[in-house]
């Protein structure tokens, strides 16, 4: 099946540093890759979705400045957390919509935590 | 608008145990259903789908059909385990100028020996 991997998969970083997280479909082609965030127990909530070659769409709410994210290619998208802050702390899912499946499927990564100090 | 509302857990049962998560939807045009799960500390899996009204979609002895009469997408088991304990999310896909996922709020399951 169709594998989305994540690295890291967990980082500290200290409060005002930047920490770049990376989305990769390992064998298919992604047109679009989303980002999610995590909160403890709760549900997953969309942040932007990410268009290979196109600027990332934001939801509601969520900084662009803050929250960079390049899809270079059709297998890497990133998401970079600019001058992090402790409440940025959470759990990063990225998710890729494979081209080819008809229920436009998306395949999770792992997650990443991140825990900003 | 298009949203999914999921039973509140945390549903406790014991092992062998039927087992119904309950999930309703509303949505403009056809969407895609999908229950997806996760297992503490980790990222979400498919656990099944189903595209179009009346299809049940089936893994490892869950299913759930996509009953477009009711807008619903019932979560079922006959029969728990313990390594059935974890998250269960009920979503849907539309297509809205571009496919997004809306993710119900996640129904936490405990399964005891």
Aim: with cysteine; aromatic share 12%.
């Amino acid at each position: 099946g169709a594998v989305v991997s994540q690295h890291p998969s967990r980082v500290i970083c200290k409060s005002g540093t930047s920490v770049k997280i990376e989305c990769r479909s390992l064998d298919f082609q992604a047109t679009t890759m989303f980002w999610y965030r995590q909160f403890p127990k709760q549900s997953l909530m969309l942040m932007a979705t990410s268009n290979e070659g196109s600027k990332a769409t934001y939801e509601q709410g969520v900084e662009k400045d803050k929250f960079l994210i390049n899809h270079a290619s059709l297998t890497l998208s990133t998401l970079t957390v600019t001058s992090a802050h402790p409440e940025d702390s959470s759990f990063y899912i990225c998710s890729a919509d494979d081209r080819l499946a008809g229920a436009r499927e998306q395949y999770f990564g792992p997650g990443t935590r991140l825990t900003v100090t | 608008g298009n949203s999914v509302t999921q039973m509140e857990g945390p549903v406790t049962l014991s092992e062998e145990a039927f087992l119904t998560i309950n999930c309703t939807y509303t949505a403009t045009g056809y969407p895609s259903l999908f229950w997806y799960v996760q297992y503490p500390g980790e990222g979400l899996q498919l656990l099944l789908k189903a595209t179009k009204a009346d299809d049940k979609g089936s893994n490892k002895g869950f299913e759930a059909t996509y009953r477009k009469e009711t807008t619903s997408f019932h979560l079922e088991k006959g029969s728990v385990q313990v390594s059935d304990s974890a998250v269960y999310f009920c979503a849907l896909t539309v297509n809205t100028g571009g496919f997004k996922t809306i993710f119900g709020a996640g129904t936490r399951l405990f399964v005891k020996a």
